[in-house]
C-alpha cells in the first residue's frame, strides 16, 4: 500500500517537472526575433542602482541611450519599455522598480497615453511574461487582458504557449535556462538607416480628448513619485510619422497637466534644430523610430537638461559603479561598431 | 388548484417577459463604393487596389516588433489604409479627404449633419465633431466642423 | 397462445417465440415491432395495452405477453 | 463554467472535498447547494426558469400523489362492497382527474420551454407568410436560452408522466426534488434520467469507494481528451469549411466536412458524458448510460438505439408509445384495416406515431428547419429500410456466407456512419437549401485532387494539427475497441500504479495537444444549445 503511493507520488512529482520543463521549453524566447520580448525580464540583472528610470513605450527604448549617459555625464539610467507598452503597464512597472530602488528622477514618454483600453494580446505578453511573479505584476495583468484571455494563462504560460510545440526551433533549446542580455540597460540598439521620405500627418480624429483611463495611471505615477520622493519628467519623444502622430490637441492637454502639477515636460518635436536630428540619417525605419545615431544625438542633448534640473553629477569617481558601466559601454560600442542591419 | 393554475400562469406570463432581451441590432459593414469599387473595412487588399488602379501617393510604416507594414495609398480625393495579416494586406480604413467622391448612401464632404443623419439614421454616437456609427467589426466616422462634414472615415476597430 | 404465436410469427417469421426468453434485450422487438403487436392483440383479445404496461418484462417472451393479457383482462 | 473551465475543476475539486467530509446525511444537501451554484454562475436570470419547472413538477406531482394515494385507499377500503365494474370505473374516473393535473404540468414545464425555445422559430415563420402577402416583418424578440433547459424539461416531465402512471412515486421533499431536477453534471447536457433510477443514487449515502473513484477518474480524463483534443481540434475545421468564406469548400470538402463533424460531435458529445458520468461516479453516483459505441451500429434503427440513448428511450416511452396505444390511434387503426386493407391499415398507425415522435426528435434539437428535416430525414431512413426488410431478409437467404461475414458487417457500419454523417451535417450549416446544395456538390464538384494540392490545410488544419487529430481519433478508436467487454478505466482501476500512469498521460497530452486557450477558439460543448 505504502509502496503504492510512493510510486504514484513519484509519477505526479515526474509529471509536474515534465510540465515545468515544457512550459521553458515552449515559451517563445524573444532571442533572434522579436527582441523587444526580452526587454522587460533584462532589469532583474541590474547590480547597481540608478539616478534615473525611464519608462515608456518604443519611443524610450528606441531613443534614449543609457550608455551615451554615462560616457558623457556620468549618469547611470534604465529603460523599462517595451513594445506598445499601455499607461497601466508602465505604472505597474514603475511601482515594482520604485520597490527596489529610489532613483533621482523618473522620466516617462507620453505617447501611449492615447490608449485607454486593452490592445493586443501579443504585446501584453512580451510585456508581462518578463514580470517577476509580484502583486504589481498581477495587478499589471489584470488591468492589461483583452477579452479571452486569462489570468491562469499568465501564471502558467504553458496553457497560452502549448501549441507551440510544432513551431520549435533551435533557440528554444539552446535558451532553456537562461537568456542573452539584448538590451543596453534596456535599449535595444538599431543601426540602419532608413530616410524619412513622408511629412505625412495623421488622420483627423472624431475625439481629441486623452482616455480617462490613462490620465488616471498618469496621476498614479505622479502621486507614486511624489511619495517616493522621486521627481517626474514627461517628455515626448521626437518621432513623428503618420501612423505613431502625436496630435497638438495631445500636447496641449499634457503640458496643462504638467502644469497643473508643475512637472517638466519636454516635447522634442521640431527641435531637429536644436538636437542635431537629421532626418535623413537618424532613423531606422522612415521616421517611425530613431536609430542608434539619432538617439545618441538626442540623449546627448536630453542629458544635459536633466543634469541640469536634477542637479546630476554623475558617478565617474565611484570605482565600483565606473567599473560595471565602462564594461556596458565597451558592449554598447561593439555592437554599434558591429552594427545589426541584417 | 384554480388559484394555483392562474398564480402559475401568470408566473409563465412573467417569466416569458424576462427571457426578453434586446433584439441584438444586426450590425452592418459599412463601405465606401468609389468609381464602381466597392470597398470594405478587412477585405483583402489585392483586388481592390489592382481596380482602382495607379494611386497618387503612398506612405508604409512599419508596426513596433512585428512584421507587417501599414501602407497607405492615396488617390486624390480618398486615402486607403491596409495592414498585414498573415502575409496578406486587408483594408484597415477608407478616408475621404474631398467632396470628389461620396459615400454609398450619398454623402460627400460638405454636406451637413442633418443630411447625413437623414441618410444614415441615428448615429451611435454623437458629438458636436462627430457623427460615428458603428458596423460590424468597423466605425463609419464622420468629422464635422460647424455642423458641416469635413472628413469621412471608415475605420477597423481595435480587437 | 396459439393466437399469439401467430401474431409474432407474422412480425419475425424466422424466430421461434416460442422458446425466446429476452425479446427485448435481444433486440428480436424493437419498438415499431412492438407498436403493430398491441395493435394485433388490441384488436383479436379486446383488451387495450396502455402505454405504462409497455415495460421490457411485460414483452420479454411470449409467455409474460400472455400474462400481460390475461391481467389486463381480468382487471 | 464550462465542463473545460478551470473554474469548473476547481468546483469540481470543492464540491469532492465537502461531500466526503461532511456527514453523510448532508451530502445531498450539499449537492443541492453546488447545482444551485454552478446554475448560478451560468446566469442568475436562469435560476427563475429552475426554479419554476422545479415549482410546477413538485405541486403537480404532488397532487397526484395525494389523488393516488386517496384513490387506492378508497379501494382498499370498499374491496367487500365494490364490484369489479365499479371498481373499474371508479379508477378510471380517477386517472381522467390525475390526467387533468398532468396535462397542466405539461403545459407549463412546455410551456416555457416553447416559449423561450421556438417564440422566434414561429414568429420568423408567420413573419414570413404575413410579407409574402405585403405585411410588414414582425419586430422578432430575441429571448435568452437557459443553460440545459431542454434537458432538465425532458427529465422533470418525464417523472410527471411517471407519476401519473403509477411507476413512480412523488418525492414529498421539495428540496429533493428540487435536486432531482438541477443535479449538475448532467444539467447541461444529459444524460436524460429517469426518477426511479436516479433518485436512490441521489438521495442515498455514499461512502468513499477507491475502486469506483479510480475508474471515474478514469473516465473524467477520458472525456476531456475527446472533448479537448478531438473534439475542438476538428472543430477548427468544421467552423471554416461551414462558414466557407472564399466559396470553394464543396464536393470533396463536403465529405470532409461530413467526417470531420462525426469526429466533432462524437468527441464532444460523448466526451461531455463521459466527464458528467465519470464525475458522478466519483461522487457514487451511477447514471444512465447515454452511449453504446454508436459509430459500429450497422443500421440507423441501431444507431438510434445506441447514441444519444436516454433521449431515445424517453420519446419512445413518452411518446411514441402513448401516441400509439391511445384509444383514438387505435380506433384509427381498426377503421383503416377494414377501409384500406390489412397492409396499410397495419402501418399507418404505426407510420403516423414515428413520424410525429421523429418530427417532435428534430423540434427538440433546435427551433428551425433543419433540425426538422434533420428529424423528418431520420424517420424517412428507418422507415424504408422497415419496408425493404422482407427484400434484406431474402438477400440474406441467398448470400448467406457473404452476408455473415465480417466484411458484410463492416460495410453495413460504414454505410450507416456515413449516412448518418450525411443527415448530420444538416446541423452544421444549419440551413436547409444551403446543405441541399452542399449534398448536390458532392456528385457535380469532382475536386478530390485539390486535396493533395494544399487542400487539406486550407481550412485551419496544420499538419501537425492533422496528425493530432488523427492521432486523438486512432485512441478514441483504440479504446472503444479494447473496451467492448469490459471499459478500459474499470481494467486500469484495479492497477493504480498504471492508472495514475495513464492519467499523467493523459494530462500531459491534453496540456500540450489541446485546442483550448488563444489562437484556438474556446468552444462550448456542442449539446449544450439543445
Known amino acids: 500500500m505504502k509502496k503504492k503511493i510512493l510510486c504514484c507520488a513519484a509519477l505526479l512529482l515526474a509529471t509536474v517537472l515534465l510540465l515545468g520543463f515544457l512550459q521553458l521549453l515552449l515559451m517563445p524566447k524573444y532571442m533572434a526575433d522579436k527582441q523587444e520580448g526580452a526587454l522587460v525580464g533584462e532589469y532583474y540583472r541590474e547590480t547597481t542602482a540608478h539616478d534615473l528610470l525611464f519608462i515608456g513605450d518604443c519611443e524610450v527604448y528606441e531613443c534614449f541611450t543609457p550608455p551615451t549617459l554615462w560616457e558623457e555625464y556620468g549618469v547611470t539610467s534604465y529603460i523599462r519599455g517595451s513594445a506598445q507598452q499601455l499607461p497601466w503597464q508602465s505604472y505597474y512597472l514603475l511601482e515594482e522598480m520604485l520597490k527596489r530602488e529610489t532613483p533621482k528622477a523618473v522620466v516617462f514618454n507620453v505617447y501611449a497615453l492615447k490608449y485607454g483600453t486593452p490592445q493586443n494580446e501579443a504585446y501584453n505578453r512580451m510585456t508581462l511574461d518578463g514580470m517577476q511573479l509580484s502583486r504589481e505584476k498581477l495587478s499589471a495583468i489584470r488591468a492589461s487582458m483583452t477579452e479571452g484571455e486569462s489570468l491562469l494563462s499568465y501564471l502558467l504560460p504553458l496553457l497560452r504557449f502549448h501549441s507551440r510545440w510544432d513551431e520549435l526551433s533551435a533557440e528554444d533549446w539552446q535558451y532553456l535556462f537562461h537568456r542573452d542580455t539584448v538590451s543596453h540597460n534596456g535599449y535595444l540598439m538599431q543601426t540602419g538607416i532608413l530616410p524619412k521620405t513622408s511629412d505625412r500627418e495623421g488622420v483627423p480624429l472624431a475625439d481629441y480628448t486623452l482616455p480617462a483611463t490613462a490620465m488616471f495611471y498618469l496621476e498614479q505615477m505622479r502621486l507614486l513619485c511624489e511619495e517616493k520622493g522621486v521627481a517626474l519628467i514627461l517628455v515626448k519623444a521626437p518621432t513623428n510619422s503618420w501612423r505613431y502622430y502625436w496630435y497638438d490637441e495631445w500636447d496641449a492637454q499634457i503640458a496643462d497637466y504638467a502644469e497643473a502639477n508643475r512637472l517638466s515636460y519636454y516635447n522634442f518635436i521640431g527641435l531637429d534644430g536644436e538636437i542635431g536630428l537629421d532626418w535623413s540619417t537618424d532613423t531606422y525605419d522612415g521616421g517611425a523610430h530613431l536609430n542608434v545615431y539619432g538617439a545618441e544625438k538626442l540623449t546627448s542633448y536630453f542629458g544635459e537638461i536633466l543634469c541640469r534640473e536634477l542637479g546630476l553629477t554623475g558617478h565617474r569617481e565611484n570605482a565600483e559603479i565606473a567599473a560595471v558601466w565602462e564594461e556596458k559601454l565597451d558592449a554598447y560600442k561593439q555592437e554599434r561598431e558591429k552594427g545589426n542591419t541584417p | 388548484m384554480k388559484h394555483i393554475l392562474c398564480l402559475l400562469l401568470s408566473v409563465l406570463l412573467a417569466l416569458s417577459l424576462c427571457a426578453c432581451v434586446d433584439p441584438a441590432t444586426e450590425k452592418e459593414t459599412y463601405a465606401a463604393a468609389i468609381e464602381g469599387v466597392r470597398i470594405a473595412v478587412d477585405d483583402p487588399a489585392e483586388p481592390v487596389l489592382s481596380a482602382l488602379g495607379e494611386w497618387s ?92 462634414v469635413t472628413n469621412i472615415q471608415y475605420l477597423k476597430d481595435v480587437a | 397462445m396459439e393466437q399469439l404465436l401467430e401474431i409474432l410469427k407474422q412480425l419475425h417469421p424466422d424466430v421461434d417465440f416460442a422458446l425466446e426468453e429476452d425479446l427485448i434485450g435481444d433486440g428480436i422487438l424493437d419498438s415499431l415491432d412492438i407498436v403493430t403487436l398491441i395493435t394485433e392483440i388490441n384488436c383479436t383479445f379486446d383488451v387495450s395495452i396502455p402505454a405504462e404496461e409497455i415495460i421490457p418484462e411485460n414483452f420479454a417472451s411470449a409467455d409474460a405477453i400472455l400474462a400481460l393479457i390475461e391481467r389486463l383482462d381480468e382487471e | 463554467m464550462s465542463f473545460t473551465s478551470a473554474s469548473f475543476l476547481l468546483f469540481a475539486v470543492l464540491t469532492l472535498l465537502l461531500y466526503y467530509t461532511l456527514p453523510k446525511r448532508w451530502q445531498w444537501i450539499l449537492l443541492l447547494g453546488a447545482s444551485y451554484v454552478f446554475y448560478f454562475f451560468a446566469g442568475a436570470e436562469y435560476l427563475l426558469f429552475i426554479l419554476f419547472t422545479t415549482a410546477v413538477t413538485y405541486l403537480c406531482g404532488h397532487l397526484m400523489q395525494k389523488r393516488a394515494d386517496a384513490e387506492d385507499a378508497f379501494v382498499e377500503a370498499n374491496r367487500e362492497t365494490l364490484s369489479k365494474a365499479e371498481r373499474k370505473e371508479f379508477r378510471a374516473a380517477e386517472k381522467k382527474k390525475r390526467f387533468r393535473i398532468l396535462l397542466m404540468g405539461l403545459l407549463l414545464g412546455f410551456g416555457v420551454l416553447a416559449v423561450v425555445k421556438y417564440t422566434s422559430f414561429v414568429l420568423s415563420g408567420i413573419s414570413s407568410i404575413g410579407q409574402a402577402f405585403g405585411a410588414a416583418p414582425l419586430r422578432i424578440p430575441e429571448l435568452l436560452l437557459p443553460l440545459g433547459i431542454s434537458f432538465y424539461t425532458f427529465q422533470s416531465m418525464g417523472y410527471l408522466i411517471d407519476v401519473y402512471r403509477k411507476t413512480a412515486r412523488a418525492e414529498k421533499n421539495p428540496l429533493r426534488l428540487a435536486l432531482f431536477v438541477s443535479y449538475f453534471p448532467q444539467l447541461i447536457q444529459g444524460p436524460i434520467s429517469r426518477f426511479g433510477d436516479l433518485a436512490p443514487q441521489l438521495f442515498s449515502e455514499h461512502r468513499f469507494d477507491g475502486f469506483r473513484f479510480r475508474a471515474g477518474l478514469g473516465r473524467v480524463a477520458w472525456g476531456y481528451f475527446k472533448k479537448l483534443i478531438v473534439a475542438d481540434t476538428a472543430m477548427i475545421a468544421v467552423k471554416a469549411l461551414v462558414e466557407n468564406k472564399d466559396g470553394g469548400f464543396t464536393g470533396v470538402y463536403v465529405l470532409l466536412l461530413i467526417l470531420l463533424y462525426s469526429a466533432q460531435i462524437y468527441g464532444d458529445f460523448t466526451g461531455g458524458i463521459d466527464i458528467t458520468i465519470g464525475f458522478s461516479e466519483l461522487l457514487g453516483i451511477r447514471l444512465a448510460e ?105 438477400f440474406n437467404r441467398h448470400f448467406p456466407r457473404l452476408t455473415a461475414s465480417r466484411a458484410w458487417g463492416a460495410w453495413q457500419a460504414l454505410r450507416t456512419f456515413l449516412l448518418m454523417g450525411l443527415i448530420r451535417s444538416l446541423d452544421c450549416y444549419r440551413n436547409v437549401p444551403t446543405t441541399f446544395r452542399m449534398w448536390a456538390s458532392m456528385l457535380t464538384d469532382w475536386n478530390i485532387g485539390e486535396l493533395f494540392l494544399g487542400g487539406l490545410t486550407s481550412f485551419g488544419l496544420s499538419v501537425s494539427d492533422w496528425c493530432v487529430l488523427l492521432g486523438g481519433i486512432l485512441l478514441l478508436a483504440l479504446g472503444s475497441r479494447l473496451g467492448k467487454k469490459r471499459p478500459v478505466r474499470e481494467w486500469l482501476a484495479e492497477r493504480p500504479i498504471l492508472l495514475c500512469a495513464a492519467l499523467c498521460l493523459l494530462a500531459v497530452a491534453i496540456l500540450l495537444f489541446g485546442a483550448y486557450g488563444i489562437g484556438y477558439d474556446a468552444s462550448q460543448f456542442i449539446y449544450n444549445q439543445f
Open chain 2, 57 to 148: 501617393s503612398y506612405d508604409e510604416s512599419p508596426s513596433c516588433a512585428f512584421e507587417g507594414l501599414d501602407k497607405i495609398y492615396g488617390y486624390g480625393s480618398f486615402e486607403i489604409q491596409t495592414y498585414t495579416e498573415g502575409g496578406k494586406d486587408y483594408i484597415r480604413a477608407i478616408y475621404l479627404i474631398d467632396d470628389g467622391c461620396r459615400t454609398q448612401r450619398d454623402i460627400a464632404i460638405g454636406d451637413t449633419a442633418e443630411a447625413v443623419k437623414e441618410a444614415y439614421g441615428a448615429p451611435t454616437h454623437e458629438s458636436a465633431s462627430s457623427l460615428q456609427y458603428a458596423g460590424e467589426g468597423m466605425t463609419l466616422t464622420f468629422l464635422l466642423r460647424d455642423g458641416i
Open chain 4, 290 to 394: 447515454n452511449f453504446d459505441r454508436p459509430f459500429s451500429s450497422r443500421s440507423t434503427k441501431e444507431y438510434w438505439r445506441r447514441w444519444h440513448i436516454t433521449m431515445g428511450t424517453w420519446f419512445t416511452d413518452y411518446v411514441f408509445y402513448p401516441l400509439s396505444v391511445t384509444k383514438s390511434m387505435q380506433r384509427f387503426s381498426k377503421w383503416s384495416r377494414e377501409k384500406l386493407g390489412t397492409a396499410v391499415g397495419k402501418r399507418l398507425p404505426v407510420y403516423f406515431a414515428t413520424v410525429t415522435t421523429w418530427f417532435l426528435t428534430g423540434l427538440w434539437h433546435g427551433a428551425g428547419w433543419n433540425f426538422i428535416v434533420w428529424g423528418l430525414l431520420n424517420c424517412l431512413v428507418i422507415l424504408v429500410s422497415q419496408e425493404l426488410q422482407p427484400l434484406y431478409d431474402r
